[in-house]
């Protein structure tokens, strides 16, 4: 099981999602839980960016982790230092093999959120998830770290699929999935390949630019060890 932390923003949803689909693992969104709720105050809080208490939150948690897989992605909590105390006392903490943090600069983390035009990013419920968040996410980490589980942050910067393998090469370092290794190409290779290509079957400027494209590609190519 790993955490995801991010300001709100950040994508770690997104992440959440991408990392499941990906590895067949299981993504648990504490929003999307408390929603699940259907509790009139807990929803009213949500839409509005308010705090939850953590009496819910830890009810709502308990219930979910007790039937998570042991490869489970939690995407938003703990969200204060009092949860990683709850996790620790009710001996949840060592199901956590480590703690992702995404780091995103403040004007792209506004610029998303204006954009993506939620019912609860007003601009008041924003700075105050913000300011909350901000405020926790030293001491949680540091209480992780106390716990012996790696934390990590990753530029959260790009497109989806570039913030994916990041993650995806941090995870491959702590053994939660398999490490990846990568076999690069020179564009000398590249070259002389297609020459090759070319001598062999003649012409074939068309032939000689569909192969470079492949092996263009092939500079990337990611091979399981």
Avoid at 118 to 140: K, L, N, S
């Amino acid at each position: 099981m790993i955490t995801l932390f991010g300001a709100p923003g950040s994508g770690k949803s997104e992440q959440g999602k991408l990392l499941a689909r990906a590895h067949g693992w299981q993504w648990l969104s504490y929003r999307d839980l408390l929603m699940a709720m259907h509790d009139k105050d807990v929803t009213f809080a949500l839409n509005h960016g308010m705090y939850i208490d953590d009496k819910t939150m830890n009810r709502m948690m308990q219930n979910a982790l007790s039937r998570a897989s042991a490869n489970a992605i939690l995407d938003g909590f703990p969200t204060d230092l009092r949860q990683v105390r709850w996790l620790i006392d009710n001996d949840k903490i060592q199901g956590i093999k480590g703690a992702i943090i995404l780091r995103v600069p403040h004007g792209e983390l506004w610029r998303r959120l204006m954009a993506r035009k939620r019912v609860d990013d007003t601009r008041a419920a924003i700075e105050r998830r913000q300011e909350a968040y901000d405020r926790a996410i030293t001491g949680m980490t540091r209480a992780l770290m106390q716990e012996n589980i790696p934390v990590r942050e990753v530029n959260g910067l790009g497109t989806p699929q570039d913030v994916r393998e990041r993650i995806d090469e941090v995870l491959g370092e702590w053994g939660l999935i398999r490490r990846k290794q990568f076999k690069k190409y020179s564009e000398r290779d590249i070259t002389a390949a297609v020459n090759r290509k070319t001598q062999i079957e003649g012409d074939g400027n068309q032939t000689a630019s569909l192969l470079a494209n492949v092996l263009k590609e092939l500079a990337e190519l990611s091979l399981d060890e």
